[in-house]
C-alpha cells in the first residue's frame, strides 16, 4: 500500500473545505493535486452544462448544475468548496470563490459575480422568488425571476442572504447574517434584516 495515500485522501479533504490552501501549495503536493482536479473538473464538464476556467478548484462534493440555457460558467482561479450548491444560469468572474455550503440558484434570469468576490460560508442566493396570492396555495403561486448581480471585489460574509432583483455594487461588504434586499451602491458596509448601510470601506484602515 502507497503510504502516501491516507495522507493525500485526507489532504484532499482539507482542500476541499479549504479551498484557498490549493491556492498555496507546493509543487510536491501540486504534483498530485492538479492530476486530481482536472479529473473532478473534466468529469463535470461532461456531465452538465458548466464551463470551468483554468487554474480552478472545485470540490468533489459540491453540487453543481447546469442546463442548456441555463449553465454556470466559472472564470479562472475561482475555487468552490464543499457541499456548495450552484444551479445556473451563474456566471462568477475571475478569481471568486465559493464556501462551503454557500447556495446559489440563479432562477430564470441568473446571477452574475464580479471579479474576486468573496462568497462565504452558509451564504444563501437564491434570483427567483414565490408570489403570495392568498386565494393560492403556497405550492401553487407563479415563480418571478429579476436576476441578481454582486459587483467585483465584494465580500459577502457567512449565512448572508441576498434576494432576487437585488444588486450589489463593487467593493461593498454583506455582514454576516444580513438579508440584503435592495441595491448596496459600491464600498458600502451593510449588516442587519433587512440590511441597512453601517459604513464605508474607503473610511475603514488597518
Known amino acids: 500500500m502507497d503510504g502516501h495515500l491516507p495522507f493525500r485522501d485526507q489532504h484532499k479533504q482539507r482542500l476541499a473545505w479549504m479551498p484557498w490552501l490549493y491556492f498555496a501549495l507546493k509543487e510536491k503536493h501540486l504534483a498530485w493535486a492538479e492530476p486530481w482536479q482536472r479529473e473532478v473538473q473534466q468529469h463535470l464538464m461532461a456531465v452538465e452544462t458548466v464551463e470551468i476556467g483554468a487554474g480552478c478548484f472545485i470540490a468533489p ?81 407563479p415563480v418571478a425571476s429579476k436576476g441578481i448581480r454582486i459587483g467585483a471585489d465584494v465580500w459577502v460574509g457567512a449565512n448572508a442572504g441576498i434576494t432576487d432583483g437585488v444588486e450589489v455594487g463593487d467593493h461593498a461588504v454583506v455582514a454576516m447574517g444580513a438579508v440584503v434586499t435592495r441595491e448596496v451602491s459600491p464600498w458600502m458596509i451593510v449588516a442587519g434584516v433587512p440590511a441597512e448601510v453601517i459604513g464605508d470601506r474607503r473610511l475603514k484602515r488597518g
Request: proline share 5%; charged share 20%; aromatic share 4%.
Open 61 to 141: 462534493t459540491a453540487r453543481i448544475f447546469g442546463e442548456p440555457g441555463r449553465p454556470v460558467r466559472i472564470g479562472d482561479g475561482c475555487s468552490i468548496a464543499a457541499e456548495a450548491f450552484l444551479h445556473g444560469p451563474i456566471t462568477l468572474g475571475a478569481g471568486v470563490s465559493v464556501n462551503a455550503r454557500a447556495s446559489l440558484d440563479g432562477g430564470a434570469r441568473g446571477i452574475t459575480i464580479g471579479e474576486g468576490s468573496r462568497i462565504a460560508t452558509g451564504v444563501v442566493i437564491y434570483a427567483f422568488d414565490h408570489g403570495l396570492d392568498p386565494e393560492r396555495e403556497i405550492r401553487e403561486q
